[in-house]
């Protein structure tokens, strides 16, 4: 399903959502939080009648594994994710479509070594929906160990135990019983004192456990080379009618705001946004060239793309440093024969 079944497919669930979602957006007018940050899911005990009789009851009082929740279990458990994920996507609907020859070396690009994990929190919008190219990226789910296809993924802010955290939360295609199907997300704690790399390999499951395996941390790795871009310096983006988007104020709402209220209203449906739609031209640009060349009768090389890749440097005096990523766009090497 596309980001926008899932949310409408949740809603149709839970009925009582959309009210736990005004509730939501009513705390964050109060509280004003901070660094992107919408609302912690940790709050969501207090905001929904649903949630506060399962605390009452007891119904998750020693669950460990996804493999021992009960149908009631799992339910909630989808409920709360599902909550604290829609209810945060619904204010602003971005859907960000990343040209497939980009995301190509996009995912073969390591994350520079130094940058810092809270460069996340440049982030655009509270939360965001990357679209994966189709058939780019895929997964073996811990339950069957079969490859699924990931569609895209949300990112988002969140707490837990005092520390800000990003959670990542895929959108499969399989429909099952898993922790991705009842969209409980991979965590990672983002401070400007841990690298992304350091964060992925402490990534911490919900019950305080290291979650991820090799696979898996590979994987995330390449979610995060993804999302990068909507946090680089001078990023490729464009709208719908194929205008540049410039850099945005991290966080601004794109919808409506009732002027009595405070409250966002909702875009209607998913606002698109293109990724690097003008350098993926341009790589398909050099294929043509490449192919229409033919034999290069020189004892010079064959016409080559080089790919693109991140970069990062440090700048600023020591008190104020900064670190700032770039795209350094692919390039094609010996034009002429």
Same mark, same amino acid.
């Given at each position: 399903m596309n980001p926008l079944d899932h949310l409408n497919a949740f809603t149709r669930q839970f009925t009582d959502a959309k009210d736990v979602f005004k509730n939501m957006q009513q705390w964050y007018v109060k509280n004003n939080p901070k660094s992107g940050l919408f609302v912690p899911s940790i709050e /969501?005990?207090?905001?929904?009648?649903?949630?506060? @009789?399962? %605390?009452?009851? #007891? !119904? !998750?009082?020693?669950?460990?594994?996804? %493999?021992? @929740?009960?149908?009631?279990?799992? =339910?909630?458990?989808?409920? /709360?994710?599902? @909550?604290? @994920?829609?209810?945060?996507?619904?204010?602003?609907?971005?859907?960000?479509?990343?040209d497939p020859d980009i995301a190509a070396d996009l995912i073969a690009s390591p994350i520079p070594s130094d940058t810092p994990a809270d460069i996340f929190s440049r982030l655009p919008e509270w939360c965001v929906y990357v679209e994966a190219p189709e058939n780019s990226l895929s997964m073996s789910t811990l339950e069957n160990k079969e490859s699924a296809v990931i569609r895209g993924f949300w990112a988002l802010f969140d707490m837990d135990n005092g520390h800000q955290v990003l959670n990542l939360v895929l959108n499969l295609d399989q429909e099952e019983n898993s922790i991705y199907s009842c969209y409980q997300p991979l965590t990672l704690i983002v401070d400007e004192d841990i690298t992304v790399s350091d964060a992925v390999d402490v990534a911490l499951d919900k019950n305080g456990n290291l979650s991820l395996l090799n696979e898996e941390k590979k994987l995330v790795l390449h979610l995060l080379s993804l999302? /990068?871009? !909507?946090?680089? =310096?001078?990023?490729?983006?464009?709208?719908?009618?194929? =205008?540049?988007?410039?850099?945005?104020?991290?966080?601004?709402?794109?919808?409506?705001?009732?002027?009595? &209220?405070?409250?966002?209203?909702?875009? +209607?449906?998913?606002?698109?946004?293109?990724?690097?739609?003008?350098?993926? #031209?341009?790589?398909?640009?050099?294929?043509?060239?490449? =192919?229409? &060349?033919?034999?290069?009768? &020189?004892?010079?090389?064959?016409?080559?793309?080089?790919?693109?890749?991140?970069?990062?440097?440090? &700048?600023?005096?020591?008190?104020?440093?900064?670190?700032?990523?770039?795209?350094?766009?692919?390039?094609?090497? %010996? +034009?002429?024969?």
């Open positions: /969501l005990h207090g905001l929904s009648p649903r949630l506060a @009789l399962a %605390n009452a009851t #007891g !119904l !998750l009082k020693g669950v460990t594994t996804i %493999n021992t @929740l009960n149908d009631k279990q799992y =339910e909630i458990i989808k409920f /709360l994710w599902g @909550l604290h @994920l829609f209810g945060t996507w619904r204010n602003t609907m971005g859907v960000y479509r990343i999302l /990068l871009w !909507l946090c680089a =310096e001078e990023p490729d983006i464009s709208n719908i009618k194929d =205008e540049p988007i410039p850099r945005f104020p991290p966080n601004m709402p794109v919808s409506r705001i009732h002027k009595k &209220s405070g409250a966002f209203v909702p875009p +209607s449906q998913p606002i698109i946004y293109d990724i690097g739609k003008r350098l993926g #031209g341009e790589i398909r640009s050099f294929k043509d060239q490449i =192919e229409r &060349s033919g034999e290069i009768k &020189s004892s010079r090389k064959r016409p080559h793309i080089r790919r693109g890749h991140w970069h990062g440097v440090w &700048s600023g005096a020591e008190k104020s440093k900064e670190f700032k990523v770039y795209w350094q766009s692919a390039i094609f090497v %010996n +034009s002429a024969g």
